[in-house]
């Protein structure tokens, strides 16, 4: 496939925002380009819940969810910070599925890759430039992707944001600084961590956040995250 030399549209960030955009235009005849500074698959810090109203509204994300695996669940147990008390929410239906996030992510780019997006991974888009009528993106190394329009889907930490002054838009306390690990579950773990089941610790640790624990196939996403400016208590949690 030949790289034009310049895209209609141009977006920077490959995960699930970035790729169904790219895989939506290039299915309208856009010429795309999907840049990302990683690899993919590629870990990422999440805990890997696709909503069932996303699943029902984008089709794409369900064919990728299924392709990708993706375990169903009903029930939403909330504990308390010290799990001296729980609530609990149960829904008849499928309220949604937890995903890896490597695989799905992975999937969702292949098929922008199918679609006809031309794919720049690996490559840190290190600054952007903006017109009236013209984008492009600059590589790190030096590299000039030139296009029409331009899409920022990189981030809290985001280029484009940052280039086209949005990044003010947001303050720290409004991020959510997180840690996170996938842990492989063997099926006894898996079923006493509760078959359909997901797990949320509001303020766990007392600080101001919540901790998770989404069973998945056969893993288990386990993670805490905090609000921005109290990062430095995740050394304590």
Known sequence: MKTPAEFDVLIVGAGPAGACAAKFLADAGAAVALLDAARFPRRKPCAGWLSIKAVREFPLLDAVRRAAGGAPFRRMVFHSPDFSQTAEFASR???????????????????????????????????????????????????????????????????????????ACWSPEQLLVCLSKTIPLTARQRRALGRGAIHVSLGFGGAPGYAWAFPGTA???????????????????
């Open 93 to 167: 239906a499928t309220a949604g599925y937890i995903v890896r996030r490597e695989k799905f992510d992975a999937a969702l780019v292949r098929a922008a890759a199918r679609s006809g997006a031309h794919l720049f991974l690996g490559q840190r888009v290190a600054a952007v430039e903006t017109g009236e009528r013209a984008a492009a993106a600059v590589l790190a190394g030096g590299r000039r992707i030139a296009g029409r329009i331009l899409i920022g889907a990189d981030g809290a930490q985001s280029t484009v944001a940052r280039a086209a002054g949005l990044r």
């Open 219 to 237: 893993h288990v996403a386990v993670g805490v995250g905090v609000r921005g400016g109290s990062e430095h208590r995740l050394k304590d949690l």
